[in-house]
């Protein structure tokens, strides 16, 4: 059993949603080393989060962020959390409906992904800076 | 440490969310093996997802999708990624509201969930067609 | 390669997000015994669920609800599962928007969560009662 660890930054990137698979994987080189196992990507914000989606079309980014901005509007009148912006508490929520962390399988010293996935940071901030991942990948 | 992993591919689904708990785990015996463990279920698409809920009252399965569909409309002026239909992007979104695996930890043998869960396949578009999954087990 | 799992109850709490992070971590210090490993949090329901947020200002948590309940109104016309009250159906669907799980990164013997993040309970029922838990860790 082997258990490797690491930690990355990825570079500041504007509010939306950002195909980051090939930037995570070649930082990564430790995972050609398992023959099964699995990985995680872990976000230490809570204003930023990770989903895996369509690596092909930049349109379906696009319209990602432009359908998260409708089901989580800015300015709600309910909003309390305003000190920091009107992207704050927005920001905040959307981490929650995509969530911080990715698992995907490992097989033959690849991410076993499907032919359209992708890895996606989610930039829920307007000047959200660069943002710190921990990877962890484990198996045999 | 055991570390198990399988490919399956569940079989051609309406649109909706669907009971597939005894499919998996069915297919996938090794999990007996595991006095304690972790077992996760991975899909290779970005227009279906899972997720665990009520697994007794089909009616919690035909509101899920009744609220989706509420969540993510078809035909938002927005969207522009609509070549291959109005269930389209809805299913790219509503893959990233629920997410590609599972995560259920095993106990004596068993996947360890409560009474009421179950794990659902949630079927996004009009002919979505099989569904393929990655199983991965490991522990001891 | 070492590997715990131990069953946990939090109390009964109100309906909301509650901050439970120090609850959790100080019932299982098998942690401290990885230098490198991986944590899963499994809540045993189908409609509470878990999340990870921001730590310190409890006005996230207040605007969290607001905001679910908007996402997921009570008394939606459509809605067919109605037997045990208004809150039961949204409960189910924000169970499914959050996920049931989290897992995160262990270095050190500790979570490395980053400096802002803690763990969620979402409790979605008006009297939902204890919360049952599955601990589990693994690593070296």
Not at 71 to 84: A, D, F, G, K, M
Not at 88 to 94: E, L, R, S, Y
Request: glycine share 10%; net charge neutral.
């Amino acid at each position: 059993m082997k258990f490797f660890q690491k930690n990355i930054r990825l570079g500041s990137r504007s509010r939306g949603f950002h195909l980051v698979t090939d930037e995570i994987t070649s930082s990564f080189g430790e995972i050609r080393e398992l023959k099964i196992g699995m990985f995680q990507a872990f976000i230490l914000h809570t204003s930023a989060s990770l989903t895996l989606n369509e690596n092909a079309d930049p349109s379906v980014r696009t319209d990602m962020e432009s359908h998260f901005n409708t089901l989580v509007p800015e300015r709600q009148p309910y909003y309390t959390h305003i000190y920091e912006g009107d992207d704050d508490m927005p920001a905040h929520i959307k981490a929650s409906l995509l969530g911080s962390s990715l698992m995907i399988p490992i097989t033959n010293g690849r991410l076993n992904l499907g032919a359209w996935q992708g890895i996606y940071l989610c930039e829920h901030r307007n000047h959200g800076g660069g943002r710190k991942l921990v990877l962890t990948a484990w198996g045999i």
